[in-house]
């Protein structure tokens, strides 16, 4: 057994160490599809269609917007994760107000694009009429809390990075739940629709900002604070710029990718693509927990990087790897076996649910193919290699582009689905094939 440098701050990797983060920040995602069902049926209630088109389509703009910019969530866990690693205190209190003050600043630029940034989503999604109303009704009050948003995408990294995983879980049931609570309150009991909805974001968002913020100052009470010049220190926030460039980058491939199946979808008629809307439920059901596992491969691989202890990193690929397998391979037999009654309770259309059948083991198999991936991104991210994660990441997106060409024209939509699986698959292997030399040139002081 290799024994740890003299500059190295060994500790346990275990399950539980992995659980203790994975398994609250699995429940605290879980609550997000929980918050979409209650404003679609709060809107629902009020028996206006245009109102539910409405929040069905600013909600994708939202969710458009918001996952271009979850690079702030993961470069705060990546960054704290490293600093907690080498025991630096005064360096994670930096990396929390360097990404909270460009969080800010990024929330504030939404707010004043926000016309330009409606008039787009109206020209993309196409919506007319009351529709469109209710779209920019709800859009226009929702993004009053973008600065709060952004800044609980900072709170949240942070808390990771420290490898709380229980204030995480606190944090997003809070938000949510605040969300819920409202959006029923204001939606149906004050009879405000769709407007009530959008207030009710804002309202938990702020809620859950000023909680967690306290929760982050309190926690630095006592303790030796940062100076200005150190948080604008030129070099780290170059880092931080560059980190966050990288998996901005990452993330529009993926979003392309995604996008570009629904639009092939649409080509084989309206009862294929709403069998594939209805399947993809089943790959993202598996995301909530393989999300929560690359959380813990991002905070404990960032922190044995900062602690300069290999063994500890090895150990957390190969647990994290494990449980992502695990839990990955039961899914799919559950889907494979289960699949279809799941199929009959999320559309009543017997064209649809026909149509779903024939490509269920395709959609059963995405949770499978799709472990390494996740798996991997969490380890790149909390190692901070970024650059290799992105180059990785477009290599893979061309292998798609290529299956797809291949593929579709082929098979159809079977061929389709069998191109968004080779594109999960490509993603982890790639980068697993980039993981040993990155490994030994990080840690090659050490050897």
Do not use: C
Not at 79 to 101: H, I, M, P
Not at 175 to 200: C, E, R, Y
Not at 296 to 318: D, H, L, M, S
């Amino acid at each position: 057994m290799q024994l740890p440098s003299p500059a190295s701050r060994p500790f346990d990797v275990t399950n539980r160490l992995v659980l203790s983060i994975a398994i609250p920040m699995t429940l605290g995602f879980l609550t997000t599809p929980l918050l979409g069902l209650t404003d679609t049926a709060v809107v629902g209630r009020t028996g206006e269609a245009s109102a539910l088109a409405g929040l069905a389509i600013g909600a994708a703009l939202f969710d458009l917007i918001f996952a271009s910019l979850g690079f702030l969530r993961a470069s705060t866990t990546a960054l704290t994760a490293q600093a907690y690693g080498r025991g630096d205190g005064k360096e994670q209190q930096a990396v929390f107000w360097r990404s909270f003050v460009l969080s800010v600043a990024l929330g504030l630029a939404l707010l004043i694009l926000s016309p330009l940034l409606l008039q787009a989503g109206l020209w993309l999604m196409g919506p007319e009429g009351e529709v469109a109303e209710a779209t920019s009704t709800y859009f226009l009050i929702r993004i009053l809390a973008g600065p709060l948003t952004l800044a609980n995408f900072t709170l949240l990294g942070f808390v990771l990075g420290q490898g709380r995983g229980k204030t995480g879980l606190l944090l997003q049931a809070l938000l949510n739940g605040t969300n819920i609570v409202l959006s029923i309150h204001l939606g149906l009991t004050l009879g405000w629709g769709i407007a009530g909805v959008a207030w009710g974001t804002v309202i938990g968002e702020a809620v859950a900002m000023i909680i967690g913020l306290s929760i982050v100052l309190a926690g630095g009470r006592g303790r030796e604070k940062p100076s200005l010049a150190e948080i604008l220190d030129a070099t780290e926030l170059r880092r931080l710029f560059s980190i966050n460039r990288d998996i901005l980058i990452r993330s529009f491939a993926l979003l392309i990718a995604f996008t570009t199946m629904t639009r092939i979808g649409t080509t084989f008629g309206p009862v294929a693509l709403a069998a594939n809307a209805v399947l993809m439920n089943i790959f993202l059901v598996a995301g909530y927990y393989l999300d929560g596992f690359a959380n813990a491969a991002e905070q404990i691989t960032g922190r044995a990087i900062g602690a300069n202890y290999k063994p500890g990193f090895v150990r957390a690929v190969r647990l994290t790897a494990i449980w992502s397998f695990g839990l990955a391979g039961v899914t799919t037999a559950f889907f494979l076996i289960f699949g279809a009654n799941v199929i009959d309770v999320m559309t009543t259309s017997e064209e649809v649910r026909a149509t779903a059948y024939q490509y269920l083991p395709w959609a059963a198999i995405t949770a499978f193919s799709g472990a390494l991936a996740f798996q991997m991104d969490g380890v790149f991210i909390g190692a901070t290699w970024s650059r290799d994660m992105r180059n990785m990441m477009l290599a893979a997106f061309a292998g798609y582009m290529a299956s797809l060409a291949v593929l579709v024209p082929t098979l159809g939509n079977h061929g389709l689905w069998i191109a968004l699986n080779l594109f999960l698959a490509m993603r982890g292997l790639f980068l697993l094939a980039r993981l040993k030399p990155k490994l030994d040139q990080t840690f090659a002081a050490t050897q």
